[in-house]
């Protein structure tokens, strides 16, 4: 029974473009139990922001660190990096932490800081507080 649920990402596009519904959270969940994390990233480079929004959530559910990694700092759209930022947050990983460290030095560093205090590493206080003293950095 399973495997009915299991299908291409495509199959689910429709559903994650349009509003909060139960078709919605449905396609939400298939998306997570496919595992399908390189189509799903392929599909948020190809769709709208709506779309998108739903698919990094999936990403951030089956916890691909890399593959949020890729779209915060390869996506050409910036509403999807930054959605892809927070989502590194809140994967619950510590392999978070390597792009996010490297995403302090950004122009998304704002986003960085904050992730990686629901990250929640006292290690990163130090690079931080360096952020913080710097009058450029707009954190």
């Known amino acids: 029974m399973m495997g009915l649920w299991v299908a291409s990402v495509g199959v689910w ?65 910036l509403d999807a990096q930054r959605l892809a930022i927070r989502s590194l947050g809140r994967v619950e990983d510590k392999a978070a932490q390597i792009p996010l460290r490297a995403l302090l030095r950004s122009n998304h560093r704002d986003l960085a800081v904050e992730a990686l205090g629901v990250v929640g590493d006292v290690s990163d206080v130090v690079r931080v507080r360096a952020l913080l003293k710097d009058e450029r950095a707009d954190v």
Request: zero cysteines; glycine letters at 6%; a negative charge.
């Open 13 to 77: 596009v429709g559903a994650l473009g349009g509003m909060d519904s139960p078709a919605r959270e449905a396609a939400l969940d298939s998306l997570v139990v496919s595992e399908q994390v390189e189509d799903i990233t392929q599909a948020i480079f190809e769709n709208n922001w709506r779309t998108r929004e739903g698919l990094i959530d999936v990403l951030e559910r089956l916890r691909a660190v890399s593959a949020l990694a890729d779209i915060a700092t390869q996506h050409p759209k």
